[in-house]
């Protein structure tokens, strides 16, 4: 039920993120976007997501032209003098209301962490808000741990 994305996915997936990001401004009010966000970011889509190295950059889970839920992810850029593994970064993962609770989320950042240790990228790490309870629950239900803090200032 985990697969790459697809092109014949593509209009799903653009739908799915911007619940993604409404989920977002919900969990976080100062976490909005401009109108229209997918204008700007369907290129994103459809360039970046769609690629296959070093690894798949997104997953989804559902049939062919209809997925429900997606994980995406790309090589992490770190200063050479870090003595740490390679990692990958998650960028967003997305289980549309109806199918969670059901190991989907877990499946797909299965599928993320297996194809980026494969390429040679076993480290993982992923941002979120701190405010979304629900997606902090999430990602400290799947093992991982708090590692660096982000602080702003005159967000919203
Ligand atoms: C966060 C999200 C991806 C979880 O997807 P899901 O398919 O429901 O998650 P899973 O069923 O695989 O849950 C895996 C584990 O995460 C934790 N978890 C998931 N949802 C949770 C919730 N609402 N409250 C508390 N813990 C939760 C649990 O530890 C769960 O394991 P368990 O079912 O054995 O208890 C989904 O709620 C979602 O799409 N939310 C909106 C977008 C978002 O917040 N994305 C993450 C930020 S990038």
């Known amino acids: 039920m985990i697969r790459p994305l697809a092109r014949v996915d593509l209009r799903t997936i653009g739908r799915l993120w911007l619940a993604l990001m409404a989920a977002g401004a919900e969990a976080d009010p100062s976490y909005r976007t401009v109108d229209d966000p997918l204008a700007a970011f369907a290129p ?4 970046e997501w769609t690629r296959t190295d070093p690894f798949v950059r997104c997953f989804v889970a559902g049939p062919a032209g209809a997925p429900f839920a997606f994980v995406t992810l790309y090589p992490l850029i770190r200063p050479p003098v870090l003595a740490m593994p ?3 970064l998650i960028g967003d993962v997305f289980v549309a209301p ?3 609770r059901g190991g989907i989320g877990r499946q797909l950042v299965a599928a993320a962490a297996s194809a980026a240790h494969g390429a040679g990228f076993p480290g993982l ?4 808000l ?3 309870a629900r997606a902090v629950a999430f990602w400290k239900g ?3 741990v708090e590692q660096r803090v982000t602080l702003v200032r005159g967000a919203s």
Do not use: K, M, N, S
Not at 44 to 47: A, D, G, H, L, M
Not at 125 to 128: I, K, M
């Open 44 to 47: 994103i889509i459809e360039q």
């Open 86 to 88: 390679p990692a990958a």
């Open 98 to 100: 109806e199918h969670r």
């Open 125 to 128: 790490e992923v941002g979120t």
């Open 130 to 132: 701190v405010r979304d």
């Open 142 to 144: 799947l093992g991982f």
